[in-house]
DNA sequence: GCCAACGTTGGC
DNA sequence: GCCAACGTTGGC
């Protein structure tokens, strides 16, 4: 792998699922349970080890940015796909072709305030984040360096 | 709990 | 390949 320009993630959680309290606690975290090619391919096709990742609260009183991961492995398969008990089976991939890949995620920091999706929707400097991009719903999501940067200084 | 937006599935 | 039906996401 030759170097490059370091990424920046988002990755939205559930708190009530899985909250960046949890990851500070466990440390490091495989991120299972994605089902959307799309967010797949991000992680598969984008991720390098060490590179970082806003941690987001989804579908919650506060939706908003909580904290911050790294990045600590590279894409491996998803291993709940293979289990017939775990609501994320999926019968139709296979060990020889599995269709779900996932990274592990290490905790950083949490940020000492909720920066809330409120806040972030009202900043202009923010135009165009896929965060905020009407009816966008994906759980794993690219971030501009710029749009980083920004968001780091509200804190 | 509501519902708009989106992704997937499957009949044709 | 089209598209209606269905399931999910996630803000509110």
Redesign the pocket.
């Known amino acids: 792998m030759s170097p490059r320009e370091r990424h920046y993630w988002l990755m ?1 959680s ?1 708190p009530d699922a899985f909250s960046i309290d949890d990851l500070k606690r466990k440390k490091q975290e495989a991120w299972d349970g994605v ?4 967010a797949r391919n991000y992680m598969r096709d984008g991720m390098r080890v060490g590179d970082k990742v806003f941690f ?1 609260h ?3 009183a506060e ?1 908003g940015i909580v904290g911050i991961a790294t990045v600590a492995t590279d894409a491996y398969p998803d291993p709940s796909q293979f289990d017939p008990r775990s609501k994320y089976f999926d019968p ?1 991939s296979s060990r020889d072709n599995p269709r779900w890949l996932l990274v592990d995620v290490k905790f950083a920091k949490r940020l000492k305030r909720t920066i809330t ?2 806040e972030l ?1 009202a900043d202009a400097a923010l135009d165009g984040m896929v965060l905020l ?7 794993v999501q690219p971030v501009e360096a710029a749009h980083w940067e920004h968001i780091l200084a509200l804190e």
């Open positions: 939205k559930e089902r959307n090619y799309q987001y989804s579908n919650c939706p139709g999706l409120k929707q991009r009407k009816g966008s719903r994906l759980s």
